[in-house]
């Protein structure tokens, strides 16, 4: 008997919806195992890939660090580390002082503290590269693993991204640049302006 057909007939009352339920399973129970008895992978989205091959497609499209040796380069990212390593041990004073000079004479540890809030959560991070700004600026591409609760979420989402931070080297240290940024589709706050 043809499935689809079973279907539209089942679907008439209740005790068929219940019925439909059943074949539904059994069906699926049956797509889940291959002719030779071993179980195979369930198939998503609509190209029907398994998640083993797409996490092949995942890694493989992730970038691998191409970071120079030289001395100068090596401080870098030693910096980098330490400021990343206080951030995910939530040591905000400590990554505070990787802050640029200016940067930390405008904003205390304890403002830069509370601008960080509760629903991130790294864990990891991995330098990818380094592009030369200026003779004394640099940006750092960089892998993140994170956490990220969201405020109507139960659950938080973790995940990997690339990043890229800025990076100064003066007064003889490599220091991070805070960068401010405006949320796309936002408005900008103009003195005189009402809210």
Same mark, same amino acid.
């Given at each position: 008997?043809?499935?689809?057909?079973?279907?539209?007939?089942?679907?008439?009352?209740?005790?068929?919806?219940?019925?439909?339920?059943?074949?539904?399973?059994?069906?699926?129970?049956?797509?889940?195992?291959?002719?030779?008895?071993?179980?195979?992978?369930?198939?998503?989205?609509?190209?029907?890939?398994?998640?083993?091959?797409?996490?092949?497609?995942?890694?493989?499209?992730?970038?691998?660090? !191409?970071?120079?040796?030289?001395?100068?380069?090596?401080?870098?990212?030693?910096?980098?580390?330490?400021?990343?390593?206080?951030?995910?041990?939530?040591?905000?004073?400590?990554?505070?002082?990787?802050?640029?000079?200016?940067?930390?004479?405008?904003?205390?540890?304890?403002?830069?503290?509370?601008?960080?809030?509760?629903?991130?959560?790294?864990?990891?991070?991995?330098?990818?590269?380094?592009?030369?700004i200026d003779d004394d600026t640099v940006e750092i591409g960089f892998l993140?693993?994170?956490?990220?609760?969201?405020?109507?979420?139960?659950?938080?989402?973790?995940?990997?991204?690339?990043?890229?931070?800025?990076?100064?080297?003066?007064?003889?240290?490599?220091?991070?640049?805070?960068?401010?940024? !405006?949320?796309p589709g936002m408005a900008q706050d103009e003195p005189g302006q009402k809210?």
């Open positions: 008997m043809n499935p689809a057909l079973l279907c539209r007939a089942l679907v008439s009352s209740t005790v068929a919806r219940l019925a439909l339920v059943v074949v539904c399973l059994v069906a699926l129970a049956g797509v889940a195992h291959a002719s030779d008895d071993t179980v195979a992978e369930p198939q998503f989205g609509p190209v029907g890939i398994t998640t083993s091959e797409a996490e092949k497609i995942v890694l493989s499209s992730r970038p691998e660090p !191409n970071l120079p040796q030289d001395e100068q380069s090596v401080a870098l990212i030693k910096a980098f580390k330490e400021r990343w390593d206080a951030l995910i041990a939530r040591d905000f004073a400590a990554a505070w002082a990787y802050e640029t000079p200016e940067f930390r004479e405008t904003v205390t540890a304890s403002e830069f503290s509370g601008q960080i809030g509760p629903h991130v959560t790294w864990y990891g991070v991995e330098p990818i590269q380094i592009e030369q993140v693993d994170h956490e990220i609760t969201y405020f109507d979420e139960i659950r938080p989402i973790r995940f990997e991204r690339y990043l890229t931070e800025r990076w100064v080297h003066e007064k003889g240290g490599w220091w991070h640049q805070s960068q401010s940024f !405006n949320i809210p």
